[in-house]
């Protein structure tokens, strides 16, 4: 019987199958930038980082960046990106499971921007801890696909709706203001260049100060 591959295992191959390639575009995430260019920069934590694209933009913007991904070969790749961009003081990554252990401290800005893996669906606990990182004043980011890609359409995974991670989040409305909970289409070019639309979520909320 095949072995199915770690959550690291998979990544590694998804990064490293690509030979020194890049698998993204190594520009920041649309939604990381127009949610976070009006809050003033501080420390924040970035949750499955990838190649470090979002890290490095963070990082510019001056913010003091935590970023963290279960794959050795991402964050090698990011590693890397911080360098050249001439950011490196500025980021720290940490190769890191998330479903394992979390970084420890509180953080102005935590962001996860799609944190899916088809190896190991992101769980609840992992929301949890990441709503439980942002410092009093703090911004929790969770950017996410909400449903399947038309070339994977059963791809069973956790890909939640905005109101779904809302839920899960389980925000304690004293303490926490919910300021964006959407569900919003974005143009993505699939495995054969085809250009599709996908719907994607984004949830952004403030804990009070
Ligand atoms: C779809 S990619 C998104 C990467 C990056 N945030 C971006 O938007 O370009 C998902 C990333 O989450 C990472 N990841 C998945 N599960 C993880 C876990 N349990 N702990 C840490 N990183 C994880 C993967 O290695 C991968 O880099």
Redesign the pocket.
């Known amino acids: 019987m095949t072995k199915e591959p770690t ?1 690291e295992e998979f ?1 590694d191959e998804r ?1 490293g199958g690509h030979g020194h390639g890049h698998i ?1 575009s190594g520009k920041p ?1 649309a939604a990381l930038v127009s949610e976070v260019s009006g809050l003033t920069p501080g420390t924040a934590l ?6 470090g ?2 890290a490095v933009w963070l990082a510019r913007q001056g913010w003091k960046v935590t970023a ?4 050795g070969v ?1 964050i090698g790749r990011a590693v890397e990106h911080a360098a050249d961009a001439g950011v490196a003081e500025a980021v720290t990554f940490e190769r ?4 394992e252990s979390f970084p420890e401290g509180r953080f102005d800005l935590v962001t996860s ?5 088809p190896a ?1 669906p ?1 769980s609840a606990d ?1 929301l949890h801890a990441a709503r439980d990182a942002v410092a009093p004043g703090g911004t929790l980011l969770v950017e996410g696909h909400a449903g399947p890609p038309p070339w994977a359409p059963d791809a069973h995974n956790f890909l939640p709706t905005a109101a779904e991670v809302v839920t899960v989040l389980d925000l304690d409305p004293a303490e926490w203001e919910v300021q964006r909970a959407v569900e919003h289409e974005r143009l993505q070019t699939g495995p054969d260049g085809t250009v599709v639309t996908r719907l994607d979520c984004t949830v952004k909320a403030r804990r009070k100060a």
Do not use: K, M, P, T
């Not at 970035?46 to 190649?51: N, P, T, V």
């Not at 921007?113 to 893996?117: D, G, N």
């Open positions: 959550n990544w990064y993204w995430n970035d949750l499955g980082c990838g190649e694209a979002d963290v991904d279960v794959s991402a890191r499971d998330l479903s921007q799609f944190l899916h893996s190991a992101v992992i």
